[in-house]
């Protein structure tokens, strides 16, 4: 049996046509990665999508000041199935001869037993494969474990692709853990906790630097819509104790000296009572000084004045609302009216939240959209002075959602995971969004006149022009 066998975590790169740094990190990789330390692993991690190792000299992209982001990009050749789509591929994370440095160095102290690749979006899967092909041209005989969102969602995909791999899907669990021994040839005799109160933090001082750190305090979402993966990939809702995320923390400040913390949760907000409002309490007294971000954004119907005025003492710099919009409430189990955004809307102005930090979500590329309804949301949440964001939609496997789009489409969106791209569905794939264009200059004609304090009405000409226009495109 090895004696403390070595574990390399990799986040590979993503292939993409954009890609934006919203202080992401692959949490569920380093939850993985402090689990198999505890286990008696020697554990490292190259994290292609970090600004940690690139070489010196070579500039980063520009940053702003709460220290999110551009993602260094290098475009790339498109894969077949997107050559007639008229956008430029890119591969966004650190230069190859920097991860291959890092794999270098690893060569150096300690030749790792195993990788373990995540994953996220079903369609970064080239950018997988690339991350695979080089550590395999490094390492030959190295098994290589593949898990995450991609092979959760896509499993046979995954297995067809990945066949040099150990292809993982789901959470990670004992099983995983006694996967991960065979192939290493170690008993680890570790017991891998279920939930994340029993688990230890995320292992981020694998980093070289951190400029942000990202963290949970709750896995999972109450709801189950009809478009997201939450409940496939987390199946229960589960909110961690308070005492152990102010302990976290605490730690995070003391070791790292980081002030940007993203919530990456699904559902922040649930049981008010019980979580967010004594949570914020805790936070507002320990006085931690550092800024808050919620780039999954916040459930409008849960932001009461009682809410508002915490988040706004509590450091978040700025708010994103979860709207979706108007006729969004067949996908959505939990349908925001008018009355509830504004309602919310109010609440956070009154707690001291000015108009530039506030934005709001409003998806598009549903099935069958309504397009008089997605404008009408689009002109309240102008009305409003707050910053319209909007989210294209993903397609996601095992979803109602993609189960409606794959009946009265003729891509094969079940054997080919890049066409689940949201790029794809509001541009030039689909018939119903070739109004998609028109919708984009007006929403960014919006977001201009906000940011200078001005509020558009329907009745503005260029604003009825564009509508008209996509309406008729
Ligand atoms: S509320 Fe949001 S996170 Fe929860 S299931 Fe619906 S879309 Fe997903």
Redesign the pocket.
């Known amino acids: 049996m090895k004696n403390h066998p070595a574990i390399c975590l990799i986040n590979p790169w993503a292939t993409d046509f954009a890609a934006h740094d919203l202080w992401s990190k692959p949490l569920g990789l380093l939850y993985i990665g402090s689990i198999l330390k505890k286990a008696g692993y020697s554990v490292s991690l190259i994290d292609c999508l970090s600004y940690s190792y690139s070489s010196p000299g070579f500039k980063f992209p520009s940053r702003t000041r709460f220290g999110n982001g551009h993602i260094r990009m290098q475009q790339i050749e498109k894969p077949e199935i997107l050559a007639s789509f008229s956008r430029i591929f890119y591969r966004y994370g650190i230069a190859v001869p920097d991860f291959e440095k890092q794999l270098n160095e690893l060569k150096k102290t300690k030749i790792p037993d195993a990788f373990l690749i995540t994953s996220q979006m079903t369609y970064w899967y080239p950018g997988i494969r690339f991350t695979a092909d080089i550590i395999r041209e490094h390492f030959h005989g190295t098994p290589i474990v593949l898990g995450g969102i991609y092979p959760t969602l896509c499993p046979e995909h995954a297995i067809e692709n990945f066949q040099d791999c150990t292809v993982i899907p789901g959470q990670f669990d004992q099983n995983c853990l006694d996967q991960i021994d065979d192939l290493t040839g170690y008993n680890s005799n570790f017991k891998v906790p279920t939930t994340l109160d029993d688990s230890p933090y995320p292992a981020y001082e694998l980093y070289p630097q951190l400029d942000s750190i990202a963290l949970l305090t709750s896995r999972?979402?109450?709801?189950?819509?009809g478009?997201?993966?939450?409940?496939i990939l987390q199946p229960n809702f589960e909110q961690r104790n308070i005492n152990h995320i102010i302990d976290e923390l605490e730690t995070y400040k003391e070791n790292y000296g980081v002030t940007n913390f993203a919530i990456y949760d699904?559902?922040l907000l649930s049981n008010p009572g019980k979580h967010i409002i004594p949570l914020l309490e805790r936070v507002i007294k320990a006085d931690f000084k550092v800024n808050f971000h919620v780039p999954?954004?916040l459930?409008v119907s849960d932001i009461t004045h009682e809410v508002a005025q915490r988040l706004r003492k509590a450091g978040f710099k700025e708010i994103r609302l979860?709207f979706?919009g108007f006729g969004t409430e067949r996908?959505?189990?939990?349908p925001v009216s008018e009355k509830a955004f504004t309602g919310a809307v109010e609440a956070l102005r009154k707690a001291g939240f000015r108009k530039n930090q506030l934005r709001a979500y409003i998806i598009t590329g549903l099935p069958r959209q309504d397009i008089d309804m997605l404008f009408d949301s689009i002109l309240l949440t102008h009305r409003l002075g707050v910053r319209i964001e909007l989210a294209y939609l993903s397609l996601i496997p095992g979803t109602p959602g993609f189960d409606e789009y794959r009946e009265f489409m003729s891509y094969p969106i079940d054997r080919e995971p890049l066409l689940h791209n949201n790029t794809l569905w509001n541009w030039r794939f689909d018939e119903p969004f070739k109004w998609e264009k028109k919708l984009r200059e007006l929403v960014r004609y919006l977001n201009s006149n906000q940011r200078e304090g001005n509020i558009i009405t329907s009745n503005n000409n260029i604003v009825k022009d564009l509508i008209q226009g996509g309406k008729n495109a």
Not at 220 to 225: A, I, K, M, V
Not at 227 to 231: D, E, P, Q, V, W
């Open positions: 999972g979402c109450p709801y189950n819509c478009i997201c993966a939450s409940k699904d559902a999954n954004g459930q979860s979706e996908v959505f189990k939990k």
